[in-house]
């Protein structure tokens, strides 16, 4: 008992607590370089976010950024375990993005997501009309479960799906999801812990798009030591994160590389 009350504690500091920010948003236009939409995770839009998307401002990202906080002001373990509202979310960013992909067609549309919201975004891509695509996705630490298949997801990506995972993450995405469960609802690590595993019958030619991006120590001088927020640095977002976004290279092979800043 007095090691899950310290879970419980540990989480709630990093999940749950603090106020929610308002979403700032800007229309997009034909000579945009991209939209971007962003995913907080289950603590809603909070100070960790708007750090990760100045960041990407500072290492030169330029696009019209829309940030979707599909808590829907209930935050915490609460929007962890609303399954159903989490999926109609979903549904609503999936809109969101098909209506932008046919009013602006030559913009491209990237995807940032934290945490929790990483699964949110995953059901998001699933939604899609068969027509629409996104560019480039990147997950931080996505509380989704290792094995859960990517494979509908991932046909809606043109480009890498970016996976930042951590074994240094022990509280929130090791025993914290073992003891409350992922986004998806499994109990066990989560896939921001290791990273995702192929499952038996998903798509092996999607999962080429995959890049996994391990914790690497030399990220410390970003600010990021491999915690749940590490990678959720202003620093680390510019000198990591950016470049996948401001300068997309094809898709590769998973495994092929490690994200280098």
Known sequence: MPLMRAILIALMSVWGVGTALAADTTQPSQNSRAFLVHMPGIDGYCPCDRRTLTGLLD???????????????????HALHAQQRNRQEAANIASILADHARNFPAVPIDLTAHSGGCGVAVWALEQL??????????????????????????????GNVYVFSSVNDTIVLYSGTRLFGTID????????????VQPPGADAEQYKKIIPCPYQTDWQQYGDFGDHLGTMNRPFAAAVQAPLLRDPPPATRPGDHHVDP
């Open 129 to 158: 009309p068969d027509d629409v695509d996104v560019d480039t996705v990147v997950l931080l630490a996505p509380a989704l479960s290792p094995k859960y298949d990517l494979s509908k997801a991932l046909r809606h990506v043109r």
């Open 59 to 77: 290492g030169g990202v330029s696009a019209h950024t829309q940030v979707y906080d599909w808590t829907d002001h209930d935050p915490g373990l």
């Open 185 to 196: 609802g499994v109990l066990g690590e989560a896939a921001g812990y290791r990273g995702f």
